[in-house]
C-alpha cells in the first residue's frame, strides 16, 4: 500500500508538472504573438517611416518693387513631390518651417487649394484673387501643378507619387536690418516642410546679393 501511494502521489506530482508546463507553454506562445505582430506593425511603421517623405523641388520668390532692388521678398512658392516609393502623404498635417536666424515662423495648412489654370503664379488675378487674398501671414496655401490621378481635394490633399504642387507663403512676416517687411538681400534661410510621417523636404538657400528680377529662383 505504502508503496503504490509513494507511486500516486510521484503521478499527481507529474500530472500537475504537466499542466504547469503546458500552461507556462500557452503563455509563451501567446506572448511570442503578440510580439510578433507587434514587431511587423513596428517594421511597416518604420518602412513606411524610412521609404515615405516629400522632396522639394525648387524654391522661387517675388519681389513687390520697381526696379526689385529696391525691395524685398515678400512671397515665395515651395515646389513640392514626394520621395521616389513614398506613400500618400496628407499637406493638410504638414507644417512649413522658415527662419533666418533671428525670427522662427511656423506656417499651417490654410485649407485653400487652387486647381486652376496658371497664368502668373504670384501676381495673377485668379491666382491672387483665389490663392493670395485668402492665404493668411502664418498660412500656406496649394497650387496644383499636376495631379497624377486627379484626386486631390480640399480638405485632405494627398500628395501622391508623380504630384507636384507649389505651396505659396506670405514672407513680409520677415524683417530686414533696416526693418522693412520681408526677406533682404544676402539673407540665409533655412526651413523644412515637415509631413505627418515620412522626411521632410530641405529648404536651404541664401538670397541673391541685388534683385534684378521681381521672379527669383532661390533653391
Partial sequence: MRRGAIGIGTLIVFIAMVLVAAVAAGVIIGTAGYLQ??????GKQTTQEVSSGLRVVNVYGYVNTTPPSNG????????????????GIDLSNAKIVLSDGKQLVVYNYSGVLYKGEIINLFNGTNETKYIWNK?????????VINDIGNTMEENHPTLE???L???????????TSDGENGIGQSTKIIGKVIPETGAAGVID???PATFNYNVIELQ
Avoid at 504642387?165 to 524683417?175: H, N, P, R
Fill in 72 to 87: 524685398t521678398i515678400v512671397k515665395i512658392a515651395i515646389f513640392l513631390t514626394p520621395n521616389a516609393g513614398s506613400a
Fill in 161 to 163: 507619387f508623380g504630384d
Fill in 37 to 42: 505582430q507587434k514587431a511587423q506593425a513596428a
Fill in 205 to 207: 538657400f541664401t538670397t
Fill in 165 to 175: 504642387v507649389a505651396l505659396l507663403i506670405w514672407t513680409d512676416v520677415f524683417k
Fill in 135 to 143: 492665404t493668411a501671414r502664418a498660412e500656406f496655401s496649394i497650387a
